[in-house]
C-alpha cells in the first residue's frame, strides 16, 4: 500500500519567511502528486498537482512544488509567506486506482 | 462553482446510536469518497463509490457502511456509533475515471458520547 511521509508535524514561522514542506512516498511506480490545503474553518483545496511534464509545478497564491522521482519527493515552496497562508497543508499521492493517499499534515503557523 | 454539500457540521450522538452522514455533489461527478480526518493521521479512506450502486471499501471501513442510490447523493452509515468514530468526517468527490482532483465538502464533526 501506498504511503505518505510529511516530515513536519507544526512549522511556526515570521511573515516573509520562507518556507519549505517536505513529502516522501514509498510507491516506486507513475504516481501523481497532489498539495491541499485546508484553511481555518475552511473546505479542503487543491493547490497544485502534478501528472507529467515539468517537474516544478507552480499552483495558487504563490505556491511551487518539485517533484523529484529519484527521491521519490514533492516537497512544497513559497519564498515568502503571509499571514493568510496560516493553514494545514496536506500532500497527496494517486497511482493506479481511484484512491488518493494522504500524509499525516502539517500545520503551518505564520505570525504577523 | 463546484459543490459539495454535506448535512450536518456538527453532529452529537450517543453510543450504539445508528448515525446517518449524507452529502450531495452537484457536478455529475462518477466518483464519491468517505474519509475521516484525525489530528495526526491526516485523512483515511473509509469508502468510496465509482458509480451508482457501486462501493469500494477504503482502508478503515470496519465499524461503517456507505449507500449511493443515486449519482449526487453518498451516504455513510454508522450502524452502532462507538467513541473511537468521534472525528471529522469528510465528503469529497471527482469526475470520470482515471485521475481527478477531488472535491471536498466542509466536514461533519461527529461526537460520540
Known amino acids: 500500500a501506498q504511503s505518505v511521509s510529511q516530515h513536519n508535524h507544526h512549522v511556526i514561522l515570521s511573515e516573509a519567511a520562507s518556507l519549505e514542506l517536505g513529502c516522501n512516498y514509498s510507491y516506486g511506480g507513475t504516481v501523481n502528486l497532489f498539495w491541499y490545503v485546508q484553511y481555518p474553518g475552511q473546505h479542503l483545496q487543491l493547490l497544485l498537482k502534478y501528472f507529467s511534464g515539468d517537474p516544478l509545478v507552480k499552483g495558487i497564491k504563490g505556491f511551487e512544488a518539485e517533484f523529484i522521482k529519484s527521491k521519490f519527493s514533492f516537497n512544497l515552496r513559497k519564498p515568502s509567506v503571509q499571514w493568510s497562508d496560516t493553514a494545514e497543508y496536506f500532500c497527496a499521492v494517486h497511482n493506479n486506482d481511484y484512491k488518493l493517499s494522504f500524509g499525516a499534515g502539517t500545520t503551518v503557523t505564520v505570525r504577523a | 462553482d463546484v459543490k459539495v454539500t454535506q448535512s450536518s457540521r456538527y453532529l452529537v450522538k450517543r453510543t450504539g446510536e445508528k448515525v446517518f452522514l449524507e452529502c450531495v455533489q452537484d457536478?455529475?461527478?462518477?466518483?464519491m469518497f468517505w474519509y475521516r480526518q484525525d489530528p495526526g493521521l491526516g485523512l483515511r479512506l473509509i469508502y468510496f463509490?465509482?458509480?451508482?450502486?457501486?462501493?469500494e471499501k477504503g482502508d478503515i471501513p470496519e465499524g461503517y457502511s456507505v449507500s449511493r442510490e443515486k449519482k449526487e447523493r453518498f451516504s455513510l452509515i454508522l450502524e452502532s456509533a462507538s467513541t473511537n468514530q468521534t472525528s471529522m468526517y469528510l465528503c469529497a468527490s471527482s469526475a470520470g475515471t482515471g485521475i481527478h482532483e477531488q472535491y471536498f465538502g466542509p466536514g461533519t464533526r461527529l461526537t460520540v458520547t
Open positions: 463509490s465509482y458509480d451508482v450502486k457501486m462501493k
Open positions: 457536478m455529475d461527478h462518477e466518483n
